[in-house]
T-cell receptor, first 117, second 111 residues
Framework: DTAVSQTPKYLVTQMGNDKSIKCEQN?????MYWYKQDSKKFLKIMFS???????INETVPNRFSPKSPDKAHLNLHINSLELGDSAVYFC????????????????FGPGTRLTVT | GEDVEQSLFLSVREGDSSVINCTYT??????LYWYKQEPGAGLQLLTY?????DMKQDQRLTVLLNKKDKHLSLRIADTQTGDSAIYFC???????????FGTGTRLTIIP
C-alpha cells in the first residue's frame, strides 16, 4: 500500500531536454510538496500545493513548473534541463487539517534521482 | 529568518547511545520534528515535540528541547546497525504549512 509514490525512480537525460516527474498520494491529504536534495543531502523546498492551489513557491527558476490536476497528484515539469538540476527530487504530502503537530507531518515519496549529462 | 543547523557527521559504536543535535533560530517555532532518511529512501518521521515541552520519550528515542538556547537533541539508546541513516530536524509554527529542515546528520555505526 504505497502512500506517496513517484515515477520514475531514476531519470538520466541530456542538457536542454524537457522532462516530467509524477507524484501521487493515496492518503487523502490536502497538501503536497516538491523538495530538491542536492549531493550534500541538503533538502530545500521548491513548491507546495494545497487543494490544487499553489501556496509555496520558493526561489526556483521558471524552467520548473508544478502542476496539480487534482489534490492527489502533483507533477513537476522541468524545461531546458541544466547540469545543476542533477539531484534527488522528493514529493511529500501532509494532512494540514485536524490537530497539529500531526496535521503538519509530512510523508515522503521514495525520490526521483535526476542525472543531467 | 529561519536557519536550522546540525553537525554533518556522527560515529557511534554499536550498543552505545547516539546524541544528534540541532540548533534553530526561529523563536516562533511551535513544532519540532525528527526525520530519518535511510540510503536510497525518502524521509520518515521518527518523532515530534511541542515547543512547550522539555522532553519526550518514545521507546529508544528521547527528544530534549532547550527553548531558551533554541537547542533540540535526539538521543538513540542502544544504537543498532539499522540506525545508520541521515537524521534531519525540522521546525514549523502554527498556521505555517512549510517545514524548515536542518542540514542533516549522517549517523555511522561502528561495529
Amino acid at each position: 500500500d504505497t502512500a506517496v509514490s513517484q515515477t520514475p525512480k531514476y531519470l538520466v537525460t541530456q542538457m536542454g531536454n524537457d522532462k516530467s516527474i509524477k507524484c501521487e498520494q493515496n492518503l487523502g491529504h490536502d497538501t503536497m510538496y516538491w523538495y530538491k536534495q542536492d549531493s550534500k543531502k541538503f533538502l530545500k523546498i521548491m513548491f507546495s500545493y494545497n487543494n490544487k492551489e499553489l501556496i509555496i513557491n520558493e526561489t526556483v527558476p521558471n524552467r520548473f513548473s508544478p502542476k496539480s490536476p487534482d489534490k492527489a497528484h502533483l507533477n513537476l515539469h522541468i524545461n531546458s534541463l541544466e547540469l545543476g538540476d542533477s539531484a534527488v527530487y522528493f514529493c511529500a504530502s501532509s494532512p494540514n487539517s485536524g490537530s497539529p503537530p500531526r496535521s503538519y507531518e509530512q510523508y515522503f515519496g521514495p525520490g526521483t534521482r535526476l542525472t543531467v549529462t | 529568518g529561519e536557519d536550522v543547523e546540525q553537525s554533518l557527521f556522527l560515529s557511534v559504536r554499536e550498543g552505545d547511545s547516539s546524541v544528534i543535535n540541532c540548533t534553530y533560530t526561529d523563536s516562533s517555532s511551535t513544532y519540532l520534528y525528527w526525520y530519518k532518511q535511510e540510503p536510497g529512501a525518502g524521509l520518515q518521521l521518527l518523532t515530534y515535540i511541542f515547543s512547550n515541552m522539555d522532553m519526550k520519550q518514545d521507546q529508544r528515542l528521547t527528544v530534549l528541547l532547550n527553548k531558551k538556547d533554541k537547542h533540540l537533541s535526539l538521543r538513540i539508546a542502544d544504537t543498532q546497525t539499522g540506525d545508520s541513516a541521515i537524521y534531519f530536524c525540522a521546525e514549523t509554527f502554527f498556521g505555517n504549512e512549510k517545514l524548515t529542515f536542518g542540514t542533516g546528520t549522517r549517523l555511522t555505526i561502528i561495529p
